[in-house]
T-cell receptor, first 114, second 113 residues
């Protein structure tokens, strides 16, 4: 199984809502990532978990809250978002955090904030 | 950008022609990777080249790396309509004390039938 599964595929939320994006992989990877991608731009790193511990936090606003319940799951909790947070949110995993090798990406969650 | 630039930003060629995309980066790297992204989809890993390698092949793909010039190129030979996508280089190295994979701006490739 070489899949990274993200749910939901599409999410529309108001600025006062609380929602979560979910990501799951069963490849035994120990590093998991959240990237944010705006239209016609490259993915931008938000968070990295390595062995279920937050390893990198790219100074992302606190309205984004990551969680790694176990080595297979990664969540991104969303609260009080702004319209400019509308983007494609990509989850990825890799075998290890040290000198990242190949990243396996999910298909992304398309978020629209009204 | 934090790391690199790609050129051209957009490339449109006829099916069967070769497509070449270039990537430049700023800091020392451990490896450089190329990814493809179809519109609105996730990224797919194409090829990884380590800093001590100069050239690598995978099917119709050929990647070169020149660490002295801090640049890489991706050549797609005998292009097909299905190759239409955005292509990103990504550099793996230490940024601000952490080991990260950072993506370039990307090249949007269109293959015309």
């Amino acid at each position: 199984d070489t899949e990274v599964t993200q749910t939901p595929k599409h999410l529309v939320m108001g600025m006062t809502n609380k929602k979560s994006l979910k990501c799951e992989q069963h490849m035994g990877h120990r590093a998991m990532y959240w990237y944010k991608q705006k239209a016609k731009k490259p993915p931008e790193l938000m968070f990295v978990y390595s062995y279920e511990k937050l390893s990198i936090n790219e100074s992302v606003p606190s309205r984004f809250s990551p969680e790694c319940p176990n080595s297979s799951l990664l969540n991104l909790h969303l609260h009080a978002l702004q319209p400019e947070d509308s983007a494609l949110y990509l989850c990825a995993s890799s075998q290890a955090m040290t000198w990242p090798g190949e990243l396996f990406f999910g298909e992304g969650s398309r978020l629209t904030v009204l | 950008s934090q790391q690199g630039e790609e050129d051209p930003q957009a490339l449109s060629i006829q099916e069967g022609e070769n497509a070449t995309m270039n990537c430049s980066y700023k800091t020392s790297i451990n490896n450089l990777q190329w990814y493809r992204q179809n519109s609105g989809r996730g990224l797919v890993h194409l090829i990884l080249i380590r800093s001590n390698e100069r050239e690598k092949h995978s099917g119709r793909l050929r990647v070169t790396l020149d660490t002295s010039k801090k640049s890489s190129s991706l050549l797609i030979t005998a292009s097909r309509a299905a190759d239409t996508a955005s292509y990103f280089c990504a550099t793996a190295g230490a940024f601000q004390g952490a080991q990260k994979l950072v993506f370039g701006q990307g090249t949007r490739l269109t293959i015309n039938p």
